[in-house]
């Protein structure tokens, strides 16, 4: 089971709109939509993270925020499109698609 609260903010000029939210947790989704969380997570290596990665932010560059959960581990992280490591950007992909589909719900 992995549980994240996800956030995406900046973007040019704010022109993006408001930040992206979500919350989402594994068990809650279909079964074939958890596990392919699951299987990001595991690619992204995010426990192998630090938090706050050394690398300056990029001008009008998103930002994203991580709190993960995962078998009882916890992690947060924030990263930056200049600060992005390698295998975390299909994850963020993910993310972003699903908090623009929740938001669209909601409405």
């Given at each position: 089971m992995v549980r994240?609260?996800?956030?995406?903010?900046?973007?040019?000029a704010g022109l993006q709109?408001?930040?992206q939210k979500l919350e989402v947790d594994s068990k809650e989704l279909p079964a074939e939509k958890g596990r392919e969380l699951e299987r990001l997570v595991a690619?992204?290596?995010?426990?192998?993270?630090?938090e706050k990665p050394a690398v300056a932010a990029v001008p009008d560059g998103f930002q994203y925020d991580l709190a993960i959960e995962d078998g009882g581990r916890r992690h947060s992280l924030r990263v930056s499109?200049?600060?992005i490591p390698p295998g975390l950007p299909p994850l963020l992909?993910?993310?972003?698609?699903?908090?623009?589909?929740a938001?669209?719900?909601?409405?």
């Open positions: 994240i609260r996800f956030s995406r903010s900046g973007g040019f709109g408001p930040g690619a992204a290596r995010l426990f192998d993270q630090p499109e200049g600060s992909d993910w993310l972003t698609r699903a908090a623009r589909e938001a669209g719900k909601k409405k």
